[in-house]
């Protein structure tokens, strides 16, 4: 499976950006997913994941209220609506898929098998 991540960007804080991931291939609706972000010097960190059925998501604390992560399986694409984004937000988001054929959300980068090339995200203040 190939992930391609988009729609990131330049944005002022406050502002909203909604990144999306679309797989192709084969697809991804037998697998949970996720949303990672990476800035530099640091390790990449888990931002939000959803379950392979779309029923359960799961937020890092610092974005929950904020981000919402939600998927297509129609259109085999992932979403993550980022709302009242803050300068700290600032960093490379990497889509993932997970490992395991209807595995539960994990918060691990190693239980992820398939990664998108990254999107952008700056928030200026």
């Known amino acids: 499976v190939q992930l391609q991540a988009s729609g990131g960007g330049l944005v002022q804080a406050g502002g909203s950006l909604r990144p999306a991931c679309a797989a192709s291939?084969?697809?991804?609706?037998?697998?949970?997913m996720g949303w990672f972000r990476q800035s530099p010097g640091k390790e990449r960190e888990f931002v939000a994941g959803?379950?392979?059925?779309?029923?359960?998501?799961y937020y890092t604390d610092s974005v929950k209220g904020r981000f919402t992560i939600s998927r297509d399986n129609a259109k085999n694409t992932v979403y993550l609506q980022m709302n009242s984004l803050k300068p700290g937000n600032t960093a490379v988001y990497y889509c993932?898929?997970?490992?395991?054929?209807?595995?539960?959300?994990?918060?691990?980068?190693?239980?992820?098998?398939?990664w998108g090339q990254g999107t952008q995200v700056t928030v200026s203040s």
């Open positions: 993932a898929q997970l490992r395991a054929r209807k595995g539960p959300i994990r918060q691990e980068v190693t239980e992820y098998g398939y």
């Open positions: 959803i379950s392979w059925s779309g029923f359960y998501t």
């Open positions: 291939g084969r697809t991804v609706s037998s697998y949970a």
